[in-house]
């Protein structure tokens, strides 16, 4: 709404850039071009095809970042802690079979079990590729139609692991980058492993007041095709060794060890992900923001159910804490706008009814 009531912000938005071009022609020194380009994994996309306005993100992270106390897990406690203050009964690992539709209007969701729970209105919180897909049912494949024909984001290999750190002193978040960075996106793009990936350290329990404990929780992850096409179907198990020991052999040359060292176990791969999230193919921020007009193609809150509503990652406005939450913000604000207008039609309804009685 802003840009169309001030056009001039337009050509600041560089609409007919890629964020790679704009830091050609912002910096000389090609070490400060791969650190800004980064941002472009933040929503699963690469720097050569993700536009400009990615550049937007550094410019809020430049105001502060911000950590969840205890972890991010913990937003999630607090979240169920008051559903349950305001009595709200929440079901874990219920598989669902389809939802249900009468009249237009979403009416049950069907569990796996044979449960049938009705309902007044329903907030989808999945990729709302599995609605497109059908796997929620026939009366519901129509939703966010675009999502099956849009490319998926990046996936990632994340290792989840809990160790005494020894080497340079680590700070919350942590980017060792890779020697040749356009060789790193040229295979990512192609659907491939990089052979030397950067790669992310998040020191969970530091960047904030208290002193790290003796063992520390830590996740490293590196960028991966959404397609799993490392672990194509019927290959058997996955062999994640070689790159657990590229990984760990770029951390030794950077002065980085574990003890105790982590192993194969820890590691969450991209087909993984996609057995985790139905439809998603294991992209981790739904469809790629590749293409000047890939944001304006997320599927928002309303749907055209009138009470089916999206949130999460792969709606509006995107992938990561920050923007899914502010995406069920979208929704709950969606809901009552919409309960209130409806509202306020049968009101007017009734009073045009007795005056006319």
């Not at 939703?143 to 340079?168: D, E, I, Y």
Request: proline letters at 9%.
């Amino acid at each position: 709404a802003k840009v169309l009531a001030q056009p001039a912000l337009i050509p600041a938005m560089a609409p007919l850039s890629t964020l790679r071009g704009l830091l050609q022609r912002s910096f000389d020194d090609p070490r400060l071009r791969q650190l800004f380009g980064r941002y472009a994994t933040y929503v699963g996309g690469s720097p050569t095809h993700a536009p400009a306005l990615l550049s937007l993100i550094w410019q809020a992270e430049a105001q502060g970042v911000w950590v969840v106390e205890g972890g991010m897990h913990k937003l999630t406690q607090a979240l169920a802690a008051l559903l349950d203050q305001h009595g709200v009964e929440t079901r874990t690992g219920a598989h669902v079979d389809r939802i249900e539709v009468q009249q237009g209007r979403a009416s049950a969701v069907h569990l796996s079990g044979g449960a049938r729970l009705p309902c007044d209105v329903l907030v989808h919180a999945g990729d709302p590729r599995a609605l497109a897909t059908g796997a929620l049912g026939p009366s519901t494949a129509h939703l966010a139609p675009q999502t099956t024909r849009a490319k998926r984001s990046f996936s990632a290999r994340v290792l989840s692991f809990a160790a005494t750190p020894h080497g340079p002193d680590l700070a919350h978040h942590n980017v060792f980058f890779a020697a040749d960075a356009e060789a790193e996106f040229r295979d990512l793009m192609a659907g491939r492993i990089p052979a030397t990936p950067s790669f992310y350290i998040c020191a969970l329990d530091r960047g904030q007041t208290s002193t790290p404990p003796p063992l520390e929780r830590f996740e490293i992850i590196t960028n991966a095709p959404a397609t799993a096409a490392d672990n194509p179907p019927d290959s058997g198990p996955e062999d994640l060794s070689p790159w657990l020991h590229q990984i760990t052999q770029q951390m030794t040359q950077a002065g980085i060890t574990f003890s105790p060292t982590p192993t194969t176990d820890a590691v969450t791969p991209p087909h993984v992900f996609a057995q985790m999230f139905p439809a998603s193919l294991g992209a981790l921020y739904g469809q790629t923001p590749h293409g000047l007009t890939a944001a304006l193609n997320r599927p928002r809150a309303r749907t055209q159910i009138p009470n089916l509503y999206l949130a999460g990652g792969g709606t509006h406005p995107g992938a990561g804490v920050p923007m899914a939450t502010l995406s069920a913000r979208h929704a709950a604000e969606a809901i009552l706008n919409d309960q209130t207008s409806t509202s306020m039609s049968a009101r007017t309804a009734m009073r045009g009814g007795m005056s006319t009685a």
